[in-house]
């Protein structure tokens, strides 16, 4: 009989009645009034020209993960790097003021002055604003994330489990709290219903320091890191073993949206491994691969984003190399545009079950209304945990064998995600995944006899 933990939730303010609501009065004794611009424009080239003046801005406001005024919630709430066009980052003593309880999500008018952000602090940001003064406009969305608190025993231990946790966030700026979250709830499930050693789990995240005590960090969520994760996999994993890799936090890929195509990141594919996608330059009136025209057909690399970087499909295959000996490899991706790695990852022959949130050109999600969770991650981690994060049982267990497989997990999580996501899934290696309930096209026969037990 499995045992089902529970999470410890820190506690949060109940939603506020919304109404606008002054903080400040604006401050700074200067007779002229202050220039109303828009966050784009002053993150835009010509940045230098509003240092040091007043301006009034607009925007959402979030504390997740740092204060910050963004133009659109949902480039918060999809799984890939916000434009550095679209947000600002928040200063001064008016902060404190504005909590996530009361103000996040909602819409605010800010008055602040524009500094300059010193370069040897930081070289992600050029400009922050200083808040004066601070207006509610309106609030739709409630969005005030916190850290979930994991109370779990380490019962007993089985042999033949090995696993890798990354999530790389990016920066500051960008590593919100559902990633740690995503990170906690599944190495909980690990360690006290499948008897993962600790020992045996390598967690990769962010620039290496935990949000607290409740999950070991081994490194930072970088390339390198990750690399060395899995030589060490290939000096002690054998034939016998079960290799499980986790992957969430941000991705990088071609997003098919009239209003910005592959505005998230990846690259344009120039080793030819991802066959010809046929995404036509013309159709979108942009120079997809740099030649100074936009005659072309190109095709996409993903990547998988780390701590200051990207690891693009290519490098991350090259990890799954000949040398690395399991019985079965589990791999799920939270990220967006992960359905895109699967051709590179399914190429590496049998035994291998690999699901991902989105497909290959769409985004993945957080979950709301609390958005503490990924949508996809979070169903399947409860699916094979028998139990949801409040320790209310899940059962996923649709033969009653008292087994829940990878199936049945991919099944669970299908069912109840309601994102704009196609969840994807692939277990006969020939790299075509599918979507909806398995068994399904050739998938599903393999994942229908593998758990984690």
């Not at 220039?35 to 301006?55: F, H, M, P, R």
């Not at 980052?89 to 996530?100: D, M, T, V």
């Not at 057909?297 to 000949?322: C, H, K, R």
């Not at 497909?359 to 399947?380: L, N, V």
Request: aromatic residues 12%; charged residues 20%.
């Amino acid at each position: 009989m499995k045992k089902i933990h529970a999470l410890r939730w820190m506690p949060y303010a109940l939603m506020v009645v919304l109404v606008p609501i002054m903080i400040s009065a604006c401050g700074g004794g200067n007779d002229t009034s202050p220039n109303e611009l828009n966050i784009s424009t002053l993150k835009g080239a010509s940045w230098q020209d509003y240092v040091g003046q007043e301006v009034v801005v607009e925007g959402f406001f979030v504390l997740d993960p740092i204060p910050m005024l963004v133009n659109d919630l949902d480039d918060l709430l999809i799984n890939a790097p916000m434009p550095e066009t679209e947000f600002i980052l928040l200063q001064g003593n008016e902060l404190e003021k504005l909590s996530a309880e009361d103000y996040g999500g909602a819409k605010m008018r800010i008055d602040a002055t524009v500094k300059a952000v010193d370069p040897e602090v930081t070289s992600e940001q050029q400009v922050v604003l200083e808040i004066s003064a601070a207006a509610r406009l309106s609030r739709d969305i409630y969005y005030a994330p916190f850290i979930a608190h994991i109370d779990f025993e380490h019962l007993f231990t089985l042999e033949n489990r090995y696993a890798v946790l990354f999530s790389g966030g990016i920066n500051a700026a960008k590593n919100y709290v559902r990633y740690w979250n995503d990170l906690k709830f599944m190495y909980a499930t690990l360690v006290e219903t499948y008897g993962f050693d600790p020992d045996n789990i390598t967690v990769l995240y962010a620039n290496g320091t935990g949000r607290d005590l409740d999950m070991p960090v081994d490194d930072s969520a970088t390339q390198a890191h990750l690399e060395d994760a899995f030589d060490n996999l290939k000096e002690v994993a054998d034939s016998n073993d079960k290799i499980f890799v986790f992957i969430t936090n941000h991705g990088g890929g071609f997003y098919e949206d009239e209003t910005m195509p592959h505005w998230y990141g990846g690259r344009n594919d120039t080793s030819g491994d991802e066959g010809n996608e046929g995404i036509s330059e013309a159709a979108w009136g942009l120079d997809f691969n740099g030649d100074m025209s936009t005659d072309d057909t190109v095709s996409w690399d993903e990547s998988i984003l780390s701590w200051g970087s990207s690891i693009y499909d290519d490098a991350f295959l090259d990890m799954f190399d000949e040398d690395l000996d399991y019985g079965e490899l589990i791999v799920v991706m939270e990220q967006c545009f992960s359905g895109g790695l699967i051709l590179d990852m399914a190429s590496g022959g049998d035994d291998r079950i690999i699901m991902a949130a989105a497909g290959q050109y769409e985004p993945s999600w957080a979950m709301g209304p609390t958005y503490i969770y990924d949508e996809f991650s979070y169903y399947f981690t409860c699916a094979i945990n028998w139990a949801d994060p409040d320790g209310n049982a899940v059962d996923a267990d649709v033969d009653n064998d008292n087994i829940v497989t990878m199936v049945e997990a991919f099944n669970y999580a299908v069912a109840n995600d309601t994102a704009g996501e196609t969840p994807q899934y692939e277990d006969s290696g020939d790299g075509v995944p599918h979507s909806g309930a398995m068994p399904s096209g050739g998938d599903g026969a393999f994942g229908d006899n593998v758990s984690l037990d």
